[in-house]
């Protein structure tokens, strides 16, 4: 299937490696000028590399204000930006006990306010030139909460409510902005859990990880004009893990 994506312009948070690094690196093979980001600069280098991304800048998204200073340099490299992919990855493992007040407006920074600092300075000239894609990579937390992923649960729950806010807004001239839930995905983070084969078959139906590819592969298509008539939607790639509605 023709994408027609070539020529088009993408900032990807969070991509240096895991799931961002896979959409990413599917964006730029469909012809798309990309440009990542991450907090550790010889990371960054090196997938800019492997990857063949055009640009590539450090930013802290649990620093306030860092979104939208990335999202500004961006586009003073790239001159307009078509794709913005949010994905911030996840928080240290909590409980509401074990998390101080100051965690929480830490992981508030980076889950919410990042991904609304980069949404509030695009969606002006998305807007004009009556197109744009906004694609927030979230998690299955949204809908069923997690063991252990507090603040996470917490902040990603409102995402939707958000994206069907903007929806109502910004339809009309052509944007459009999804929520990417990945399960239990083949990238770093899953593997520090440990999770035996047999415990991996007992809660993903499908019985293996998800690999990143998947999850890309459907943001290529959504960012597309293929994918122009689904909107405000919160999309599962995970197996068959969530068991809710």
Not at 99 to 113: A, F, G, I, P, R
Not at 180 to 193: A, E, M, S, V
Request: charged residues 25%; glycine residues 8%.
């Amino acid at each position: 299937m023709e994408l027609n994506l070539r020529g088009k312009k993408a900032l990807v948070m969070g991509s240096s490696q895991g799931i961002g690094k896979a959409v990413a690196d599917s964006l730029v093979r469909e012809g798309v000028e990309v440009c990542i980001s991450s907090r550790t600069e010889e990371n960054l280098k090196r997938t800019a590399y492997e990857i063949n991304a055009a640009h590539f800048i450090t930013c802290d998204l649990s620093v306030q204000g860092a979104a939208k200073e990335l999202t500004r340099k961006a586009l003073d490299k790239m001159g307009h930006i078509d794709i913005l992919i949010t994905n911030t990855g996840g928080p240290e493992k909590n409980s509401f006990d074990d998390t101080s007040v100051e965690q929480w407006h830490k992981d508030y920074q980076s889950l919410w306010m990042s991904p609304i600092e980069a949404i509030h300075e695009l969606l002006p000239s998305m807007k004009k030139n009556r197109f744009g894609r906004v694609l927030m990579v979230s998690s299955i937390a949204a809908k069923e909460p997690l063991s252990g992923l507090t603040t996470s649960n917490a902040f990603r729950a409102g995402f939707p409510g958000l994206v069907k806010s903007l929806v109502n807004e910004y339809s009309e001239f052509g944007v459009t902005f999804n929520i990417l839930l990945p399960g239990y995905t083949n990238t770093d983070r899953i593997k520090n859990l440990n999770l035996s084969e047999e415990r991996i078959r007992e809660i993903v139906p499908a019985g293996r990880l998800g690999d990143p590819r998947e999850l890309a592969d459907l943001a290529c298509f959504l960012s597309s004009e293929r994918g122009s008539y689904i909107t405000g939607q919160s999309i599962a790639i995970d197996g068959g893990a969530l068991r809710s509605h």
